[in-house]
């Protein structure tokens, strides 16, 4: 039977389960965690944070008959990776098609906004648009919610920062739905458009999108700026997919020691010295479905994929060659490695001219930059050992785009106990507010508690 005309027939139906939608907070469906209050309590890692939250919450999930994976069930012996598809019953095969993994594409493609959006996103109540200096000639476009005390002044705590997947802006459901959820319970929040995104590309079209490279530069800039706010405590961040991969390249470069750690010889020349500042992002980072063999990724999408039968590649080729068609480039396509090498990596606008400036081995040092797992015989820096404020990765066993077998490769040599995770039954592609809604905001809103979160329970 031909099943080619199933899934645009699904993509037609008014309101359909694969189209964007809200999933607001729902305040009366908050619910604190309890810390131990026993004499002697000792302050707990993000691990043991996170092993304490999961069962105070885990009504919140959907029934499943495969229990999530926490941080410790990662790795098995000496330090090897335990076989994730075994534990949820899975395999890799088929995680793409419709036909195998229908509600893990459903939860994700009600999470993921499919066409970036030409205008800048409609108001929020009681947000207002600034602009964030990253570097001598460039902003960053962002939306700032400041959170009111009883007697409606601006109240003094934490900021978190939202930080989208690739090509996000404020326009995408999700990040406004959480924004809301996070300033109405007592948070500052700020939302950010990178460059190459949004408001920011449309005002500054010589400065590309960078993969992270500049990206994560960008981010600890974001993180003072927010911090020298007379309001602010802390920054916390939230990072979504290609965002989360952000988040998680950001801390590292919070923790690490050297700004020459992990930077090639031939990109070395093309950064700006790490920014010195008080310490960024101690509130925590929470991110969700990480690409953590994103060069996989790309080799999977350098083929053209029918919708019908890979509608998650086929979504993400669709946003290359938008792309491609905005910065008028010929015969656009899917393919990611011709982005990369139409890449313009300079230092300022006078460097970002109308021709790509990074070489064979400038690319390759940015691959190896943001890189965090070996590809084929190429290294990956350790970007998690190091990492000092507490971290926790949320995944699930049905992802489609990073599959959650990378995470334990990934996680299993780190003994850092900053580093949290936990794998879900389902959720799809960053599609957890669609799976779980109650669980996912409580697990936020409890991760960054100034009295009962992951950075509260360390002190």
């Not at 005309?5 to 309890?34: M, N, Q």
């Not at 739905?177 to 948070?187: K, V, W």
Request: aromatic fraction near 8%; include cysteine.
């Amino acid at each position: 039977m031909n099943k080619a005309w199933i899934l645009p027939l699904l993509l037609l139906l008014p309101g359909c389960i694969f189209s964007e939608r809200s999933f607001p907070y729902d305040p009366a469906a908050r619910e604190a965690i309890a810390l131990p209050d026993h004499p002697g309590s000792q302050a707990m890692t993000a691990r043991q944070w996170l092993a304490m939250a999961y069962p105070q919450l885990a009504r919140l999930l959907p029934h499943h008959r495969k229990t999530p994976m926490l941080t410790d069930d990662l790795a098995g012996p000496r330090a090897r990776a335990a076989d994730v598809w075994a534990h949820f019953d899975r395999t890799s095969e088929g995680l793409e098609s419709i036909f195998v993994n229908f509600l893990g594409l459903a939860y994700s493609a009600q999470a993921i906004q499919t066409r970036t959006a030409p205008k800048a996103a409609p108001p929020w109540e009681g947000f207002e648009d600034v602009w964030i200096p990253v570097a001598a000639d460039l902003q960053i476009s962002a939306r700032v919610g400041w959170a009111l005390d009883s007697a409606g002044r601006v109240a003094d705590t934490d900021c978190i920062v939202i930080v989208p997947g690739i090509r996000g802006d404020n326009n995408i459901l999700r990040v406004r739905d959480l924004a809301l959820a996070l300033r109405s319970e007592g948070f500052h929040v700020l939302t950010v458009e990178l460059r190459g995104t949004g408001l920011t590309d449309r005002r500054y079209p010589k400065y590309d999108y960078t993969w992270g490279i500049y990206e994560t530069d960008d981010l600890l800039r974001v993180a003072d700026w927010a911090q020298a706010r007379p309001h602010v405590r802390r920054t916390g961040m939230v990072g979504y997919s290609w965002g989360a991969n952000h988040a998680i390249l950001a801390a590292w470069a919070q923790s690490r020691t050297s700004t020459a750690e992990g930077v090639g010889p031939d990109l070395a020349p093309l950064l700006r010295p790490a920014p010195i500042g008080p310490k960024r992002f101690e509130a925590g980072v929470l991110v969700f479905s990480p690409i953590c063999r994103f060069e996989e990724l790309i080799d999977k999408i350098e083929v053209e994929q029918p919708v019908w039968l890979h509608p998650a590649l086929w979504g993400l080729q669709e946003t290359f060659r938008d792309r491609m068609i905005d910065k008028h480039m010929p015969n656009p396509c899917g393919s990611v490695r011709k982005l990369l090498n139409e890449m313009r990596i300079g230092n300022n606008a006078q460097d970002a001219g109308d021709e790509p400036i990074a070489n064979a081995r400038q690319i390759a040092d940015s691959l190896e930059y943001v890189r965090l797992l070996p590809y084929k015989n190429l290294p990956a820096h350790d970007k998690l050992g190091g990492v000092s404020m507490p971290l926790l990765i949320v995944h699930a066993a049905d992802d489609m785009i990073g599959p959650a077998q990378d995470l334990a490769d990934l996680l299993a040599p780190v003994h850092n106990p900053n580093i949290a995770a936990i794998i879900l039954p389902s959720g799809g592609h960053i599609g957890f507010a669609p799976y779980a809604s109650a669980w996912y905001y409580n697990l936020i809103l409890n991760f960054f508690d100034p009295k009962l979160g992951a950075a509260a329970a360390a002190k």
